[in-house]
Each structure stands twice: as structure tokens, then as C-alpha cells.
């Protein structure tokens, strides 16, 4: 019936399109209206309303509560070591949980959680084309302006070239950044050849991770119902996955395209899944490498070191949300560093439980009765724990503890969880305890481990 329809999911697939696909970057107009606030809104409003008739029964996820304990930890630290971006925090903060709670809450069975899946599938695969397509575009000089640098709106100067130097030799404005740039569509630019989205996702280790996580799902709604149409889309995701991350010449993007199909095998073949999986290596080592890649991995265990060093020196509270550049002259470049850095062992273990509650969430999906209903539900869950595993390991070398397309999944895999205990209440995740004590521990070893191989390095 038409009064059974959940209002808020509609408003969620539309600002879900817009946070990651960002069209008013490509259509300038667009910016002119806050469609971003307007959809945040109608999806507050939606749920709300929801919930008053009857037609979204409130089950709390199971990260909820532990998500906003890290909220108002976050903004603890802000206000103990950085009371003049408190504002700041609280506002980013607040949008990031509420977008996390209205789409962890907006489904009601496992056909408005695929609806929702399917629409983070087309938003990630135009991250993929867009990519796909700028690699694939010659060369020519642009010229950066003003204090952005290059992370601003490049100036065209419509000259092709193979290399800097080309446009620098009879340019006019010395001020000005120059670069040799694929140039795709509606402006965008490659940052030192390296193919990159727009917004958030503008850094091309980023843009591959977004580029590679819609492949299982792409896969899962193929098993689900397979179909000449279902497939295509399969292959597709797959090839744009795979261009984006050699493209954009992330070693990380590269590591996640493997694991994403690492995952598959290993639950299909055991260990000697992950055998099967090597060949993967292959053309993403001699086609997706980079020059400079050394001092990159140092530079980064660097900023990682610095991360570390924060978190001895006050281990309770960290420096403060969003406080890490103010100590180091570069973010961590890894979030299980990111975290205990800025949010101290407190934050570490609170960011840790939301994250340990999504593979719990997918592994129960294994655990489901024999029968028909169950396939759909391992299906998707076998598609979201691949996805969540190759989102682990991105993250292991990107600052993404805070960005909304980690919270989007989030979000989307507890919505799947409220889907999968809806049919089978059995199956409902329950935190406590030991799992503090597992993340504790598993974090305190992470950055042991880090601490050891540095020093091993002679990084400091």
C-alpha cells in the first residue's frame, strides 16, 4: 500500500547522488540551489514522519549508540584542545552522523536496501567513467591561480604537451602553477598525470577506492538476478575499476581491486582462493606503477610516525578533532593512525567498534536457515564484507575516518543489517565487552607494529 512507503528513502538516494556524485561540479547552475540541505532535510523530515505512521519500525543499529559516543568525543577534543574550530566540528560532525543514521534507518526490507545499493552502484561507476574518460585524454598545459594551487579551477591554455616544461617556457605569468594535464570532462584535471574525481574525491588515491568498491555489488545484484543486462553492468564495473586505479597510478586503489576479488576466492577456496587471486597482480604492478614511488612510501611513514608520536604524548584525548596538521605539515595518510592521533585511545576504540560492527553485520548473513530468502541475504552479505575489506584496506594508507562515502557505507551496511533482522531477528548484532577489548588490542597492535617497522626503516 501507498501509505507503507518509507518517505525518507527517496530523499536518501537523491542526496546520496549528490554527495558523491557532486553534479552541480560539472553543472555550475546546479550550485545556485542548496539541494544538498534541501535533500538532508526531506530525508530528516521522511524519517520522522516514518516512524510516526507505522511505516519504519525504530530498531537502533548496532553501531548507533557507539557512533554518537564518538561524535561527542570528537567534539570533546575539539573543545579541550581547539576551542576556536568547535563550530567548525560540530557542524561537519552533525551532518556526518545524521546522514549515517537516516540511511542506516531508512530501509525496511531487502528491496529498498538494494534500491539503495543500486544507486551507490551508479554513483561510484561515474566516479569510474569520469576517471576512465580523463586518462584517456591527451595531454595539454593548464595554469593554476591563486592560492588553491592545484587543488583550484585550472585556467586552460589549450597548448598540448608531454611534459611541465612545455608550458612553462613562454608563459606570461610566473605566479601562476603549471601542469601537463589530461583534461576530461567539464574541466577536470589530472594532478601530475594521476586521473582524479572532483570534491571530496579529488585525490586520485581516493578516486580509485571510490572507483573499485561498486564491483560486488555489481556482482551481488547479477547472482540475485542474473541477466544479460545485470551482467554488462558487471563487466563494466569491473573495467572501470580497473582503469581508475592504474590511471590514477595508486598502489593503494590497486590493493583494493585486488582484495575485493581476494575476498570471493578466499570464502569460495580457502587459502588457496587468495593463490587465484595473485594473477590480479599482474597488470596492476606493470601498468599501474609511478616514478617517485620510494619517496613517497617515506614521506608517508614520515607523517605516520608523527601520527604515532602524537598518540604517546597524550594518549587519552589525542590533539584534538582535526588537529593533526596543526602539529605535522601532512595528514597521516592512514585513518588507524588518524584516529588515535587526533582522538586518543578513547576515539580509537570508539571509531573501531563502528567499524568491527559492519563485519560483524556481514558475517552474520552467514548464519542465516537454509532456504530461498537466506541466498539473497548471503549474497549481499558475502557483497558488502568484500567491499568493506577492500574499504579497510584503502583507508589503511588514506585520512578517511571522517569522510561521508565511508560513512555512506557504514550507513548502507547497517541499513542491511536492519533488512536482514527484520526476516530473521536471530541473526541481530549485539556489541559488548570483549569486542572493546578485541578493537583495544587490535589497535594498540596496529600501531606497535607501525612503530616497529618505522624505526626498521630508519624513519623519523
Known amino acids: 500500500m501507498l501509505c507503507e512507503q518509507p518517505m525518507a528513502l527517496p530523499a536518501m538516494l537523491a542526496l546520496v547522488f549528490f554527495i558523491v556524485v557532486r553534479p552541480f561540479d560539472f553543472f555550475p547552475t546546479l550550485a545556485q540551489f542548496p539541494f544538498l540541505y534541501l535533500f538532508f532535510f526531506l530525508g530528516v523530515l521522511g524519517l520522522i514522519v516514518d516512524l510516526a505512521r507505522g511505516a519504519l519500525r525504530w530498531t537502533p543499529s548496532p553501531a548507533l549508540p557507539w557512533a554518537v559516543a564518538l561524535v561527542f568525543w570528537a567534539l570533546a577534543t575539539a573543545l579541550l584542545h581547539a576551542r576556536g574550530t568547535l563550530w567548525t566540528a560540530i557542524v561537519e560532525l552533525s551532518i556526518l552522523i545524521s546522514v549515517y543514521v537516516v540511511i542506516a534507518h531508512c530501509v525496511t526490507d531487502f528491496q529498498s536496501f538494494s534500491r539503495l545499493a543500486g544507486l551507490i552502484l551508479l554513483c ?23 592560492a588553491e594551487g592545484v587543488e583550484g579551477r585550472p585556467i586552460f591554455l589549450e597548448r598540448p604537451c608531454t611534459e611541465v616544461a612545455d608550458c612553462v617556457w613562454d608563459s606570461r605569468d610566473w605566479d601562476a602553477t603549471y601542469g601537463c594535464e589530461h583534461v576530461g570532462l567539464s574541466g577536470t584535471t589530472s594532478i601530475q598525470g594521476r586521473v582524479r574525481y572532483v570534491g571530496t574525491l579529488n585525490d586520485p588515491n581516493e578516486s580509485a577506492l571510490a572507483a573499485c568498491l561498486p564491483i560486488p555489488i555489481a556482482i551481488a545484484r547479477y547472482q540475485r538476478r542474473r541477466g544479460p543486462r ?51 597482480c599482474v597488470p596492476m604492478v606493470l601498468f599501474g606503477g609511478r616514478e617517485g614511488g620510494d619517496s613517497s612510501t617515506t614521506a608517508r611513514l614520515s607523517c605516520q610516525a608523527a601520527g604515532i608520536d602524537m598518540f604517546l604524548h597524550s594518549p587519552v584525548t589525542g590533539v ?83 569522510e561521508l562515502l565511508l560513512w555512506i557505507f557504514l550507513g548502507l551496511i547497517n541499513a542491511y543489517h536492519a533488512a536482514l533482522v527484520r526476516k530473521w531477528p536471530e541473526c541481530r548484532v549485539r556489541l559488548g565487552g570483549k569486542d572493546v577489548a578485541w578493537v583495544m588490542g587490535a589497535g594498540l597492535t596496529v600501531l606497535a607494529l607501525l612503530f616497529v617497522y618505522i624505526r626498521i626503516k630508519g624513519v623519523v
Open 124 to 146: 561510484l561507476m561515474v566516479v569510474g567513467a569520469v576517471c576512465t574518460h580523463q586518462g584517456l585524454q591527451p595531454r595539454q598545459c593548464v595554469a593554476y591561480v591563486g
Open 320 to 402: 584534538g578533532f582535526r588537529q593533526f596538521e596543526e602539529y605535522h605539515e601532512q595528514t597521516a595518510h592512514n585513518s588507524f593512525v588518524l584516529v588515535p592521533a587526533e582522538l586518543g585511545v578513547v576515539g580509537m576504540v570508539l571509531w573501531g567498534i563502528v567499524f568491527w560492527a559492519c563485519i560483524k553485520i556481514c558475517l552474520a548473513s552467514f548464519k542465516t536457515p537454509t532456504g530461498p530468502d537466506s541466498e539473497e541475504a548471503r549474497i549481499w552479505g558475502m557483497a558488502l564484507l568484500s567491499s568493506f575489506a577492500a574499504m579497510a584496506v584503502g583507508i589503511f594508507f588514506l585520512s578517511f575516518a571522517y
Open 230 to 280: 545485470r551482467l554488462v553492468v558487471v563487466v563494466l564495473a569491473i573495467i572501470l575499476g580497473a582503469a581508475t586505479a592504474v590511471l590514477s597510478q595508486s598502489r593503494g586503489g590497486q590493493l583494493v581491486f585486488i582484495t575485493l576479488f581476494a575476498v570471493y576466492f578466499l570464502k569460495r577456496y580457502g587459502l588457496k582462493g587468495i593463490l587465484a587471486a595473485l594473477p590480479l
